[in-house]
């Protein structure tokens, strides 16, 4: 029986999440506008998940102050969403 990788750990915890790590690098994916990152990045803060010290959601494991930046990531408990638009409007 061979243990599990972290990125299938991750995809196991991240099931509907179509962000990757790797998305921060890919020069074709622009990062959402301030005014949505700031209003993610917000919730982040405020939420029991977070935390402080090292910026991460103990639900996804996942870096928030990067996450919060990619249009096609989401909040694992539903408190902000994917946009295909970066010129949605929050």
């Given at each position: 029986m061979s243990e599990k990788?972290?990125?299938?750990l991750w995809k196991e915890k991240n099931p509907g999440d179509k962000a990757r790590?790797?998305?921060?690098?890919?020069?074709?994916i622009d990062d959402v506008p301030t005014e949505i990152f700031d209003y993610r990045y917000d919730l982040c803060k405020s939420?029991?998940?977070?935390?402080?010290?090292?910026?991460?959601?103990?639900?996804?494991?996942?870096?928030?102050s990067q996450k919060a930046k990619l249009p096609h990531?989401?909040?694992?408990?539903?408190?902000w969403g994917a946009i295909?638009?970066?010129?949605d409007v929050i």
């Open positions: 990788s972290p990125w299938q790590v790797w998305d921060l690098f890919n020069p074709k939420c029991p998940f977070y935390i402080n010290l090292t910026h991460q959601c103990k639900k996804c494991g996942c870096v928030m990531s989401n909040c694992p408990i539903g408190k295909t638009n970066t010129k």
